[in-house]
């Protein structure tokens, strides 16, 4: 077990998730708000999506990113705001033309996909290290995309996560650090239970787990039911944990949460219960290998 588990909160996503549970924030001021919730529940780390607040799907607008960023850093919170990259990677081949994309494709130049991250240069960001069929489509991140966005993270002082979806994305990433591109101690997030990745099962965080490099640090998240197994076992063998309504919807069988709030309190319950304790911000600044709190 890690000496103290830091939880990351991952607060909206890009699903089309807000027509399922009333909860899942959408505008910049829900979202800024729901990190708050988050932080008050013992949270460390917020990962941030935005959404279109008229429609509620995904977004890639740097103005909303800038204004949910904005909101926070006006008040005395203390969190790693953890900015994601992962939009702009869908492809969805056509039926006449596999070569042509599919309405649903969202495939854009890496220099889009981190202009928010430069502009407002957040403590962490994700790396989605990973080109999978995710669902009905292709998450697609080639290796070549993925230096040019891990090169420009880089040079923006941004820690980036290395999210991770399967072994030969760990093996990939591990590439990328032996590159000299990912600076100081990596930090991976073993992602587990997405269509069609490395299941939800402690076979597959451990054997993911087993070929990190030596050192690194590591967060696992699990999908809806899963979630809070994953935050036990990743706490358990030396890890950190994601929850949040990107990734749940529920806080029990047939019980939608009431918000992120309340599954970073089940996470917090589930640590102690097993003899663990809960990073708080600076903490995990520390065990990150992030520079203090100016």
């Known amino acids: 077990m890690a000496t103290k588990t830091v939880i990351t909160c991952a607060l909206t996503g890009g699903a ?20 708050l919730d988050a932080e008050a529940a013992g949270a460390s780390i917020v990962h941030i999506h935005v959404r279109d ?35 702009g990677a869908n492809f969805i081949p056509g039926d006449e033309d596999p070569i042509v994309a599919a309405p649903g494709s969202t495939l854009r130049r890496p220099e889009e996909r981190t202009a928010h991250v ?70 991976y997030q073993l992602c587990l239970g997405i269509s069609w990745g490395a299941g939800s099962t402690p076979e597959s965080l451990l054997h993911m787990r087993s070929l990190l490099p030596e050192g690194a640090n590591w967060s696992a998240f699990g999908i809806s039911r899963q979630q809070m197994p994953i935050v036990a076992l990743a706490s358990m063998v030396g890890g950190h944990c994601r929850v949040g309504l990107e990734d749940n919807l529920y806080i029990s069988r047939g019980e939608l949460a009431s918000g992120n709030g309340q599954l970073v309190e089940r996470a917090v319950q589930v640590i102690h219960s097993i003899g663990g304790d809960v990073a708080t911000p600076d903490e995990a600044r520390e065990i990150f290998g992030l520079a203090p709190r100016a």
């Open 53 to 87: 607040p008229e429609t509620g799907k995904a977004s890639m607008d740097p103005a909303l990113y800038r204004e949910v960023v904005a909101r926070l850093r006006d008040t005395d919170t203390k969190l790693i705001i953890n900015l994601t990259t992962g939009p």
């Open 16 to 35: 089309d998730s807000a027509d399922m549970n009333p909860a899942v924030p959408v505008t910049p001021e829900q979202i800024a708000k729901s990190a």
């Open 118 to 187: 430069e502009e407002l240069r957040p403590e962490i960001c994700s790396l989605d290290v990973a080109t999978l069929n995710f669902g009905p489509r292709v998450f697609m991140n080639t290796p070549d995309h993925l230096r040019i966005m891990a090169q420009r993270i880089k040079d923006a002082g941004v820690k980036p996560e290395l999210e991770v979806f399967d072994t030969g994305h760990v093996r990939l990433a591990n590439q990328l650090v032996s590159e000299g591109l990912i600076e100081g101690t990596p930090v």
